[in-house]
């Protein structure tokens, strides 16, 4: 098969591909270098035709950052209420009706059918559905009023979280569609310009070469880390050069309050460090400068800053 000839393939788009942050940083740079030469006739109309692209990036790119970080929020909502099926909540219930009805009774069977299982297993919606069942069957039970209120409680509480993952999903897949489609009309620009100025500089086009970071633009090392972290663990992530003013986009997607730090040598925990909390069910920009006032401590690194929870982390450093 003979390969598509180098000259035709978008290097802006293939470099951007599943990474947007990547895509927002090249597009800053590229409109911030048209915008600095505007007056310039040549460059004049390519700012003018770039600018608008760029905006329609930047605006999508932070929605879609919102919602997802909104969708994770919803996802730990749901599993957190699931989590306290069992053994907390379900078992208070059991032990509430055994006290009228004890285990093996026509009632209590009646009640709990399927025992307790039905709480701790299945799939996310058979549990929600057992809660629901759960509130039917003691409707009119003499006796366990205050035990049907707070089933109807959390049965609500599982269904408003159900319908905001649900939603929130559909957002976050609505925002994806949107920042995908302005990075791909930003890059294809961006190929665009860099052909007007080979033509404008054919027998110089090194001149061209100003418009584009050509750092991040060549970087094809990985971007996008992710990882469980046991309680209390911590672990080196990547080995990168920073520059003060990079960022980081820092995602907790787990259960436990994460802590990251710049640290000199791999390996090292983040005692004399600096350590930048992200919140469960966050993503934050955290900017290299708030880790250490120097370029020399290149090894990001992350720490579990509970002594309880596991923890999970997605981080992009592009």
Request: proline residues 3%.
């Amino acid at each position: 098969m003979k390969r598509i000839w180098i000259y035709l393939q978008n290097p802006f788009f293939n470099c951007t591909k599943n990474n947007y942050k990547k895509a927002v940083k090249i597009s800053t740079y590229t409109d911030a270098q048209l915008f600095a030469k505007s007056t310039d006739p040549f460059y004049g109309p390519m700012y003018t035709a770039y600018h608008p692209l760029h905006l329609a990036l930047v605006s999508t790119y932070n929605i879609w950052k919102a919602q997802g970080g909104t969708q994770k929020g919803s996802t730990v909502t749901i599993t957190d209420l699931l989590a306290q099926l069992n053994p907390g909540k379900s078992g208070i219930w059991s032990r509430a009706v055994q006290v009228l009805h004890p285990i093996g009774s026509a009632i209590y069977t009646a009640i709990f059918p399927l025992k307790m299982s039905v709480f701790y297993r299945g799939t996310k919606l058979a549990r929600i559905n057992a809660v629901s069942q759960l509130q039917i069957a003691l409707t009119g039970k003499v006796g366990l009023e205050t035990t049907l209120t707070d089933v109807t409680t959390f049965a609500g509480a599982l269904g408003t979280a159900n319908i905001s993952q649900t939603g929130n999903i559909g957002n976050t897949t609505n925002a994806s569609t949107n920042v995908e489609t302005a990075r791909a009309n930003a890059m294809v620009m961006l190929y665009n310009i860099l052909g007007q100025g080979i033509a404008h500089f054919a027998a110089t086009p090194n001149m061209v070469t100003v418009l584009f970071n050509l750092n991040v633009i060549r970087n094809n090392m990985q971007t996008i880390f992710t990882g469980t972290l046991k309680r209390s663990f911590f672990e080196t992530i990547a080995q990168r050069t920073f520059a003060l003013d990079d960022t980081i986009d820092a995602t907790n997607d787990g259960g436990a309050i994460l802590g990251f730090y710049l640290a000199e040598n791999a390996g090292q925990g983040p005692a004399g460090y600096t350590v930048v909390r992200v919140l469960c069910a966050k993503t934050d920009t955290l900017k290299v400068s708030d880790f250490v006032g120097n370029t020399t401590n290149n090894f990001l690194s992350v720490v579990n800053l509970s002594e309880t929870l596991s923890g999970h982390f997605n981080v992009n450093v592009a």
